[in-house]
């Protein structure tokens, strides 16, 4: 059984930085493509930024290039979401997402398995 789970999220400040975390369980972590995604209320889910097994990155939004940046760690099993310069208009719900097959091609239909969300703040 696959098990997704994000952490980190939280208040900060217009201009702060945040760094999520996100474990995934259940499969073989380093084979997979992973990535992010976030909903706003009353607004649909948004692709951010997605990491393949090679670790090349595709950014999904415009409105978060060059503040936000995807990694990870297959060692610890582990995806991460460094976000810098925030926004409010970055409040959302962040969500971790994995990929249901061993394709490279960072296609938002492909992504199967989901976590519960963190929730972001960017507030003063």
């Known amino acids: 059984q696959v098990q997704v789970a994000e952490s980190g999220g939280g208040l900060v400040q217009p201009g702060g930085s945040l760094r999520l975390s996100c474990t995934v369980s259940g499969l073989t972590f380093g084979l997979y493509t992973l990535g992010w995604f976030r909903q706003a209320p009353g607004k649909e889910r948004e692709g951010i930024l997605c990491?393949?097994?090679?670790?090349?990155?595709?950014n999904y939004a415009d409105s978060v290039k060059g503040r936000f940046t995807i990694s990870r760690d297959n060692a610890k099993n582990t995806l991460y979401l460094q976000m810098n310069s925030l926004k409010p208009e970055d409040t959302a719900m962040y969500f971790c997402a994995a990929y249901g097959n061993l394709n490279d091609n960072c296609l938002r239909r492909d992504f199967r398995y989901w976590g519960q969300g963190t929730q972001v703040t960017v507030s003063s």
């Open positions: 990491i393949n097994r090679l670790g090349t990155s595709t």
